[in-house]
């Protein structure tokens, strides 16, 4: 199940400089952790509001990952590297447990944003049945 496509983001990253298979990744863990937030809900969708809103929050997942750089980070913090200084330029980073922590975080924030409308807010909602509304009695 793919709620993005290559082509789409391309189209919306033009620079992004992502390879395909490098998109894959980065797509696969976006869609992991999307059904992790919405208990599996998420792999159910089929209206095209709810299709619609999960494959802008794939995006907005994926322009996370770009930007936060986090695999790298929490590479060099497990490696024991606290401060690299390389003629003048300076890199530090934090411990892994905190940079994960922060990256989760975030990425929780941006599931809930995304499909927090009313469209698509059933698959958050953490508590009782859920019935779609051509379903409901």
């Known amino acids: 199940m793919s709620w993005l496509s290559f082509e789409s983001f391309q189209a919306r990253h033009p620079d992004s400089g992502l390879s395909c298979a490098e998109f894959a990744a980065l797509a696969g863990k976006a869609e992991l952790a999307i059904n992790e937030a919405t208990f599996w809900r998420a792999a159910t969708a089929a209206d095209p509001v709810s299709l619609a809103a999960l494959g802008e929050c794939v995006a907005q997942l994926i322009e996370l990952a770009m930007t936060t750089g986090a695999d790298s980070a929490i590479g060099a913090s497990l490696s024991g590297v606290t401060s690299v200084n390389n003629h003048g330029y300076t890199e530090s980073y934090a411990n892994a447990s905190q940079t994960l922590a922060a990256v989760e975080q975030?990425?929780?924030?941006?599931?809930?944003?995304?499909?927090?409308?009313?469209?698509?807010?059933?698959?958050?909602?953490?508590?009782?049945?859920?019935?779609?509304?051509?379903?409901?009695?």
């Open 106 to 137: 975030q990425q929780k924030r941006i599931i809930r944003s995304a499909l927090a409308g009313p469209g698509t807010r059933w698959m958050l909602y953490a508590g009782g049945v859920y019935h779609p509304p051509g379903r409901r009695h």
